[in-house]
């Protein structure tokens, strides 16, 4: 089997059949391979969680909530998910976006800044905690990825990092929060999968929006480097 109906039954299969992969992100290149991409989606079944929108603020993505005066519990669910220092450009779930970034303004790894944290505490789901990565210093992008979750038979945290050196035009990786809808909500299992991205970043965008369960998606922003001048864009909706 050829690697694009791969990356097309991934994402059938895997995303647009699952009704609460929960957030995610997905990273790669665009068709042309004229821009470099970063994905990320918020889900939500609570009240609470579905009241919240994206934001762009002095290039930084953040989750705001729709309603103030509605917000409760704030701490797990408003963050800083997408923003960049000079050839780093960081995607995550949570907090560790500014610890990523910290991190690496520090001199130190995209490793060292993700694991400042563990899993979420929010029993008995325990969400994983996961970030991506692009980075730029060396010409020549390396897309990297992270997830920590709870082990099955204690409270340790089990860290897992994947690097990819070169992606096609028109993929990405996507790795998510859950493997699949169930009670309590059972973590992402294996290494981040291929799937395929469009080319102009509307289209981008849309594209993962339109298979996302309808009921359950709450945001999603696509965001695209230029590969030449670096110029930065952002496509964002809201539900």
């Known amino acids: 089997m050829s690697f694009d109906k791969i990356a097309v039954q991934n994402l059938q299969n895997r995303l647009q059949k699952n009704s609460y992969p929960g957030r995610g992100i997905v990273m790669g290149k665009n068709q042309s391979g004229s821009h470099l991409v970063q994905i990320y989606w918020i889900m939500g079944r609570s009240e609470n969680s579905r009241n919240r929108l994206f934001t762009l603020e002095h290039d930084i993505i953040k989750t705001e909530p729709k309603e103030a005066s509605k917000m409760t519990n704030p701490e797990l669910i ?59 210093q060396t010409g020549e992008p390396i897309f990297q990825m992270a997830i920590v979750k709870k082990s099955v038979m204690n409270s340790a945290p089990i860290y897992s990092f994947f690097e990819y050196s070169r992606i096609e035009n028109g993929y990405g990786y996507c790795l998510h929060t859950y493997e699949k809808d ?30 996302l369960a309808t009921e359950n998606k709450i945001a999603l922003v696509a965001k695209s480097v230029d590969v030449n001048s670096l110029k930065v ?6 539900k």
């Open 182 to 211: 169930e009670t309590p909500l059972p973590s992402f299992a294996g290494e981040p999968y291929l799937v395929p991205i469009a080319d102009k970043l509307e289209e981008i965008a849309h594209q993962y929006w339109q298979i």
């Open 233 to 238: 864009a952002y496509a964002i909706i809201n």
């Open 78 to 136: 408003i963050y800083q998910a997408v923003r960049h220092l000079e050839n780093y450009y960081i995607v995550s779930n949570g907090v560790q976006t500014d610890t990523i970034y910290a991190a690496l303004q520090e001199g130190n790894s995209f490793g060292a800044g993700f694991k400042k944290y563990v899993y979420e505490p929010d029993s008995p789901n325990y969400t994983p905690r996961i970030a991506g990565l692009i980075n730029l």
